[in-house]
């Protein structure tokens, strides 16, 4: 088999990546309970949405050193950052619990939840929706594998549609709605608060979280040095632009009292300024952003545990690039077989639930890499300094415990069990540790 994975994937992959792993459902739903949140202050939720784009493009930038310094090695991303900047334990629980439920988790959510959506269309029963869910994971397993160069492609055409239809139906609501003029909503609205500003900035995060997989794929990358950087950076602002237009698109067509009691405020705000003949738009821009989402979810999550069984510190196999396609196909193909074990067995919401916030003590553990290794590598080459450092990735791990905190704060049994399963990882750490060290 070949040795490497080849380089195929230039900075407009790297950049398109970025967006479409972040724009999944959240747009569509999270700026009603972020204005709620927000005591119905437009002002107040316009600068949350601010404020969470920046502490992402702080993130951003963080990252964007450390893919530069380790682009070319064997990938990996935030992977790799760990380990490098706080050992391989810390970095393998991280891998550990992306396989068994962030990654596998986060596709067959979104395959789930769009096959719903095309009920919009279509009527299925339950065991036709699990059909179409599993012929979507087929789907991406079997472009993946493929062709990393061709699954780039369809990623940047179903990323292009997704964008071009959120920034249509932002001009048909800033162009036809009549947002001061919307019906009365009977509800109190809740009034600007710490806490509530708290809550809000942590669901904004949320709807921003997404952009770090694109540095799994650096080993992949052309000029990586110069490509990630500029991807990582540029994707974070474009996001953050889509998101405050469609934010300003919303409360042009309801109106902030009537935003903020909405349940799925695009199919609320689209339905109020064309009529309820047109949900059918929005479930179908909705299919797209889901698919595009998971298509970039496999693309870039199974390079962690390549890059894992390269380090002797996962499944062996793993490790195998396919000699025709050069892709890591193995990693693929177990990744989404196993999403699909947990599309039929129901279970990913809860595991989901009980593990998504303990990503973020790996955003933070990211991001203080960058301290740690201008301490233990300060000769070691930076083609990009993330500006402002230390503050930079400071601030953004500040951010990342205030969301950790309050999640245990608020949700201690659910965290609880969130953490079993995270260090449920350290016996195989050692079985791994151990069958490396004997090969070695």
């Known amino acids: ?23 999944g ?54 992977y790799a950052f760990i380990r490098d900047g706080f050992g391989p334990f810390p970095g393998f629980l991280y891998g550990w619990t992306l396989f068994f439920v962030i990654g596998a ?44 160069k061709e699954s780039a492609m369809v ?10 239809a959120i920034l249509a139906m932002c001009a048909l609501l800033l162009s036809l709605g009549q947002g001061g003029a919307s019906p009365a909503v009977s509800h109190t609205a809740t009034p600007v608060s710490l806490a509530g500003v708290s809550l809000s900035i942590i669901s904004v995060l949320w709807a921003y979280e997404g952009w770090q997989y694109v540095t799994f794929v650096s080993a992949e990358a052309q000029n990586p040095q110069r490509a990630l950087p500029r991807a990582i950076t540029v994707g974070t602002v474009v996001l953050i632009a889509i998101y405050l237009l469609a934010n300003v698109a919303y409360l042009a067509a309801l109106g902030p009292a009537r935003m903020a009691a909405s349940e799925r405020v695009a199919s609320e705000a689209v339905t109020a ?6 949900g059918g738009l929005i479930a179908a821009a ?20 390549f890059a894992m069984a390269r380090d002797g510190l996962f499944f062996q196999r793993l490790a195998g690039i396919h000699p025709t396609y050069k892709t890591p196909a193995f990693a693929i193909i177990s990744s989404c077989a196993w999403a699909i074990v947990l599309a039929l067995s129901g279970t990913f919401e809860q ?8 990503g973020w003590i790996f ?41 950790v905190g309050n999640t245990i704060v608020s949700q201690p049994m659910q965290s609880a069990i969130g953490l079993s399963v995270v260090l449920a990882g350290a016996p195989a750490f050692v079985i791994w540790r151990r069958r490396s060290r004997v090969r070695g």
């Not at 300024?273 to 047109?278: D, F, H, I, K, Y």
């Not at 952003?289 to 496999?298: D, E, F």
């Not at 595991?351 to 303990?358: G, S």
Request: with cysteine.
């Open 1 to 23: 088999m070949a040795d490497t994975l080849a380089r195929t994937l230039t900075t407009r992959d790297l950049t398109l990546l970025v967006v479409g792993n972040v724009i």
């Open 25 to 78: 459902s959240g747009i569509f739903l999270v700026p009603s309970s972020v204005l709620a949140q927000s005591g119905e202050s437009v002002w107040v939720a316009m600068g949350v949405w601010l404020v969470g784009g920046a502490l992402s493009l702080l993130g951003a930038l963080s990252y964007a050193e450390l893919g530069a310094m380790s682009a070319t090695g064997s990938g990996g991303g935030l």
């Open 105 to 148: 988790g986060t596709i067959a959510t979104l395959c789930v939840a769009a096959a719903n959506y095309m009920t919009e269309f279509v009527p299925m029963t339950g065991f036709q929706k699990d059909v179409v869910a599993v012929t979507l994971i087929i789907v991406l397993a079997a472009l993946n594998v493929r062709s990393t």
């Open 155 to 164: 990623q940047n055409v179903a990323t292009v549609i997704k964008v071009i």
């Open 273 to 278: 300024v064309l009529g309820p003949a047109a």
């Open 286 to 305: 909705i299919i797209i952003a889901m698919y595009s989402a998971a298509h970039a979810t496999v693309i870039t999550v199974t390079r962690v545990y």
């Open 351 to 358: 595991l989901l639930t009980y593990v998504v916030f303990i």
């Open 363 to 403: 955003y933070a553990l990211g991001a203080a890499a960058v301290i740690a290794l201008r301490h233990k590598r300060p000769d070691a080459p930076r083609p990009f300094r993330v500006p402002g450092y230390p503050v930079t990735p400071l601030l953004f791990v500040a951010a990342a415990t205030v969301i």
